[in-house]
């Protein structure tokens, strides 16, 4: 089955800088890498998703690149806020079989 | 208008004894989910329903048993709770089974087995 695996899992960045997490799978069939943020306390919500079809997508402040060849893919936060502070999980699947989740970001904010 | 609402929010139990925890979803889903989520954080899926029919289960024991009894609603009853049980579990639906669905998550149900 499907492994994803999740770097670094705690994150410090001073306010206006960027942060990037680094996800990588295992099963070359995987079309669909969405990003969960969950605040603390509170349920993950999805923030961007990305298809192997495309290589890179982008939202504001948000962008997510795919490497299908290499299969990692990564988040990049720029100009990092404070309300940006949460854990991140990357996550993958294909067809029918199930989400699986990487272990997650601990993303700090410093103001 | 919440999209995906799971009861209780808090639940604070003995070993050995059995309880329910309940999830409703009002987007008109047609796949429902449960998922784990340890004190490490890690979020493991469970079970997934589909149009009331069992589609994923997870090597969960057989202690968890899933129930749907319409589409909008996944339930969630679990026997003789272990303390390996304690940890945050997470309703979530989506639009279809397969594919590139986004899950929509309900506000979780913090089970803590003492």
């Known amino acids: 089955g499907e492994n994803v695996e999740q770097h670094p899992s705690t994150l410090s960045v001073q306010e206006g800088d960027s942060a990037v997490i680094k996800c990588t799978y295992s099963?070359?069939?995987?079309?669909?890498f969405p990003w969960y943020k969950q605040e603390l306390g509170k349920r993950p919500q999805l923030i961007i998703d990305?298809?192997?079809?495309?290589g890179e997508k982008k939202d504001q402040r948000i962008a997510v690149t795919l490497n299908k060849t290499a299969k990692h893919f990564s988040l990049h936060i720029t100009e990092t806020q404070p309300e940006d502070s949460a854990v991140y999980f990357c996550?993958?699947?294909?067809?029918?079989?199930?989400?699986?989740f990487g272990k997650g970001t601990r993303l700090s904010v410093i103001a | 208008d919440t999209a995906v609402s799971q009861t209780p929010k808090y639940l604070v139990t003995q070993m050995g004894n059995d309880k329910s925890i309940k999830c409703e979803q009002n987007l008109g889903h047609d796949t429902m989910y449960w998922y784990k989520q340890d004190s490490k954080k890690f979020l493991k899926i469970m079970f997934s329903y589909n149009n009331k029919e069992l589609i994923i289960n997870e090597t969960v024991p057989n202690r968890f048993s899933p129930k749907s009894p319409d589409k909008a609603h996944l339930n969630l009853h679990i026997n003789s709770l272990e303390l390996g049980d304690s940890a945050v579990y997470f309703c979530?639906?989506?639009?279809?089974?397969?594919?590139?669905?986004?899950?929509?998550f309900g506000p979780g149900t913090r089970l803590t087995v003492l």
């Open positions: 099963d070359s069939a995987s079309n669909y």
């Open positions: 996550a993958a699947k294909s067809g029918n079989t199930p989400l699986v």
């Open positions: 979530a639906s989506s639009q279809y089974h397969g594919g590139h669905n986004e899950q929509f």
């Open positions: 990305i298809r192997s079809n495309v």
